[in-house]
């Protein structure tokens, strides 16, 4: 019955991490109103405008721990982009201690947009303590996402998908 009970626990486990990035629209905070622009066809390229909507994914704190979080690219232009952040509660560990975060959004206008040497392009998010890069893949639906942070042991990096 315990190796039942165990294996049944690891299996939803493994469900819940997997499905969670499912969810992060309805975990993370946006503002009321919240209005995605289309991007200019004469000014924007096409592979930059692919940038614009909402990005989906999470970030992982300890193996068992994450969360979720949404990049909103509301407004993108040639060379600029204003992009809000968006993240659920991140509550400490009773035995580990660690942080404990309420959820909220932040706009950055102003972002940075470059294009990288492999041809796809990067918006820079600079908030006061932390720099989130979003880098696009081959996959349009698939960003990738890094979060350098001053405390971190390692810069983490993490697919966001766009949400449907």
Excluded at 37 to 65: C, M, N, Q
Excluded at 87 to 107: I, N, Q
Aim: charged share 25%; hydrophobic share 40%.
């Amino acid at each position: 019955m315990r190796k039942f009970s165990f294996s049944l626990a690891v299996i939803l486990s493994v469900i819940l991490v997997a499905a969670a990035p499912l969810f992060a629209a309805d975990s993370t905070p946006f503002p009321e109103g919240l209005k995605i622009v289309p991007p200019d066809k004469k000014e924007v390229p096409e592979k930059v405008a692919e940038f614009s909507g909402i990005w989906e994914g999470h970030w992982t704190y300890l193996p068992v721990r994450m969360q979720l979080a949404a990049f909103a690219i509301e407004k993108i232009g040639k060379d600029r982009a204003l992009v809000l952040y968006s993240w659920e509660p991140l509550e400490s560990d009773p035995v580990r201690g660690g942080m404990t975060k309420s959820p909220g959004w932040k706009r950055f206008p102003g972002c940075p947009v470059e294009k990288a040497a492999d041809g796809n392009y990067i918006i820079t998010v600079k908030s006061q303590d932390t720099i989130y890069i979003l880098k696009q893949t081959d996959k349009k639906d698939t960003i990738m996402v890094t979060q350098k942070a001053p405390g971190m042991r390692k810069d983490q990096t993490a697919p966001f998908s766009r949400k449907k």
